[in-house]
């Protein structure tokens, strides 16, 4: 599938996907600190940076205690990922404790970063929902205030005949929905 925008925007953007398909090639850690680099460099809210990033390396004594985190399906391709990522944001801004409105917005706005930096590096970020959320903060000893946002599955580019066969045809890039459809001027439109 060719994606074609309704109005310019820079292919970086077009080309970002989240592939499944992974192979046991591992990506580096320089170049994983290259996606978290790009992370910090989002956008936030008086500068609050509240985006923490918690990940595991295949193979490491911490891979399994994330990897269980991941529901049945996520598991299915996900294990051959070089790393897996859980993405925290801090509720309150450091400074005063007071509650950040936007702390999972600007988290988001670093996890796009950290996503395009690895579409433009040839890596697949591949971010998910499907995990156990509360099992991850208590695992990974994540204080009240802050919030598990997603997982990413990070890892070299596969070949989607390595999938499981009802995943294969679903690796192809997703086409989105068209702007009037979320774009409203004026007022909110059902």
Sequence with gaps: MKRIPEYPVNQIIINRWSPRAM???????????????AARWA????NAQPWRFIYVKRGSQNWQRMFDLLVPFN???????????LVVSRNTFSWNDKFSRTHSFDTGAACE?????????????????????????????????????AM?????????????TELQEREVMSDRKPLKDFVFEG????
Excluded: C
């Design 23 to 37: 192979s046991d090639a591992f990506v580096s850690e320089k170049e994983l600190m290259s996606l978290f680099e």
């Design 43 to 46: 956008p936030s809210s008086y």
């Design 75 to 85: 598991q299915s391709w996900a294990y051959n990922a070089s790393y897996l990522v």
């Design 113 to 149: 970063n950290f996503a395009l930096q690895g579409s433009i590096d040839n890596i697949v970020v591949h971010g998910m929902e499907g995990f156990d959320y509360d099992r991850a903060k208590k695992a990974f000893k994540i204080p009240d205030g802050y919030t598990v946002e």
């Design 152 to 164: 990413f599955a990070v890892g070299k580019p596969g070949k989607k005949e390595d999938l499981p």
């Design 187 to 190: 007022e909110f439109k059902e």
